[in-house]
Nanobody, 114 residues
Framework: QVQLVASGGGLVQAGGSLRLSCPASGSIFRIKAMAWYRQAPGKQRELVASITSGGSTDYADSVKGRFTIARDNAKNTVYLQMNSLKPEDTAVYYC????????WGQGTQVTVSS
Protein backbone atom coordinates (compact mmCIF):
# COMPACT_ATOMS: atom_id res chain seq x y z
CA GLN A 1 0.00 0.00 0.00
CA VAL A 2 1.36 3.39 -1.00
CA GLN A 3 1.71 6.00 1.72
CA LEU A 4 1.67 9.63 0.66
CA VAL A 5 2.74 12.31 3.13
CA ALA A 6 3.04 15.85 1.88
CA SER A 7 5.41 18.35 3.46
CA GLY A 8 6.86 21.79 2.86
CA GLY A 9 3.90 23.98 3.62
CA GLY A 10 3.97 27.04 5.80
CA LEU A 11 3.03 30.67 6.19
CA VAL A 12 4.18 33.01 3.44
CA GLN A 13 3.35 36.51 2.29
CA ALA A 14 1.58 37.11 -0.99
CA GLY A 15 4.07 36.96 -3.82
CA GLY A 16 6.24 34.46 -2.01
CA SER A 17 7.19 30.90 -2.87
CA LEU A 18 7.03 27.44 -1.35
CA ARG A 19 8.11 24.01 -2.52
CA LEU A 20 6.06 21.02 -1.49
CA SER A 21 7.38 17.48 -1.48
CA CYS A 22 5.66 14.12 -1.34
CA PRO A 23 7.75 10.97 -1.07
CA ALA A 24 5.81 7.83 -1.84
CA SER A 25 6.42 4.36 -0.53
CA GLY A 26 5.57 1.46 -2.80
CA SER A 27 6.91 0.28 -6.14
CA ILE A 28 3.97 1.43 -8.26
CA PHE A 29 4.83 5.12 -7.95
CA ARG A 30 6.97 5.08 -11.07
CA ILE A 31 4.15 3.93 -13.35
CA LYS A 32 1.41 6.14 -11.92
CA ALA A 33 0.30 9.59 -12.89
CA MET A 34 0.54 11.72 -9.76
CA ALA A 35 -1.20 14.90 -8.74
CA TRP A 36 -1.40 17.63 -6.17
CA TYR A 37 -4.79 18.54 -4.78
CA ARG A 38 -5.86 21.20 -2.32
CA GLN A 39 -8.79 21.85 -0.05
CA ALA A 40 -9.60 25.25 1.33
CA PRO A 41 -11.88 25.69 4.36
CA GLY A 42 -15.50 25.17 3.41
CA LYS A 43 -14.64 24.11 -0.14
CA GLN A 44 -14.33 20.83 -1.99
CA ARG A 45 -10.96 19.31 -2.70
CA GLU A 46 -9.72 20.35 -6.13
CA LEU A 47 -7.06 19.15 -8.52
CA VAL A 48 -4.20 21.62 -8.78
CA ALA A 49 -1.60 19.93 -11.00
CA SER A 50 -0.82 16.50 -12.39
CA ILE A 51 2.10 14.73 -14.00
CA THR A 52 2.19 11.47 -15.93
CA SER A 53 4.81 8.76 -15.48
CA GLY A 54 6.49 10.18 -18.59
CA GLY A 55 6.55 13.73 -17.30
CA SER A 56 3.62 15.37 -19.11
CA THR A 57 2.01 18.00 -16.93
CA ASP A 58 -1.35 19.68 -16.59
CA TYR A 59 -2.53 22.52 -14.36
CA ALA A 60 -5.69 24.10 -13.10
CA ASP A 61 -6.27 27.46 -14.76
CA SER A 62 -5.95 29.20 -11.40
CA VAL A 63 -2.30 28.16 -10.99
CA LYS A 64 -1.00 28.07 -14.56
CA GLY A 65 2.20 30.03 -14.92
CA ARG A 66 2.77 30.11 -11.15
CA PHE A 67 3.00 26.46 -10.07
CA THR A 68 5.25 23.73 -11.44
CA ILE A 69 4.82 20.02 -10.75
CA ALA A 70 7.78 17.68 -11.11
CA ARG A 71 8.72 14.15 -10.17
CA ASP A 72 11.88 12.25 -9.39
CA ASN A 73 11.20 8.58 -10.04
CA ALA A 74 14.56 7.58 -8.58
CA LYS A 75 13.46 9.10 -5.28
CA ASN A 76 9.77 8.15 -5.61
CA THR A 77 8.94 11.79 -4.95
CA VAL A 78 6.64 14.35 -6.50
CA TYR A 79 7.14 18.08 -6.00
CA LEU A 80 5.10 21.24 -6.36
CA GLN A 81 6.97 24.51 -6.78
CA MET A 82 4.60 27.37 -5.99
CA ASN A 83 5.59 30.91 -6.97
CA SER A 84 3.74 34.22 -6.87
CA LEU A 85 1.48 32.86 -4.18
CA LYS A 86 -1.88 34.52 -3.57
CA PRO A 87 -4.14 34.52 -0.51
CA GLU A 88 -6.61 32.37 -2.45
CA ASP A 89 -3.96 29.64 -2.62
CA THR A 90 -4.42 29.11 1.11
CA ALA A 91 -5.45 25.48 1.65
CA VAL A 92 -4.30 22.08 2.80
CA TYR A 93 -2.34 20.49 -0.04
CA TYR A 94 -2.30 16.75 -0.67
CA CYS A 95 -0.60 14.49 -3.16
CA UNK A 96 -2.25 11.39 -4.58
CA UNK A 97 -2.67 9.43 -7.77
CA UNK A 98 -4.12 11.42 -10.66
CA UNK A 99 -6.56 8.67 -11.58
CA UNK A 100 -8.48 6.77 -8.92
CA UNK A 101 -6.92 8.49 -5.91
CA UNK A 102 -6.15 6.15 -3.06
CA UNK A 103 -6.39 6.80 0.64
CA TRP A 104 -5.67 10.44 1.45
CA GLY A 105 -2.50 10.81 3.41
CA GLN A 106 -1.39 13.68 5.55
CA GLY A 107 -1.64 17.02 3.83
CA THR A 108 0.43 20.13 4.40
CA GLN A 109 -1.03 23.52 5.28
CA VAL A 110 -0.21 26.46 3.03
CA THR A 111 -1.24 29.87 4.31
CA VAL A 112 -0.70 32.98 2.21
CA SER A 113 -1.13 36.32 3.94
CA SER A 114 -2.07 39.48 2.10
Amino acid sequence: QVQLVASGGGLVQAGGSLRLSCPASGSIFRIKAMAWYRQAPGKQRELVASITSGGSTDYADSVKGRFTIARDNAKNTVYLQMNSLKPEDTAVYYCNFRNNPGAWGQGTQVTVSS
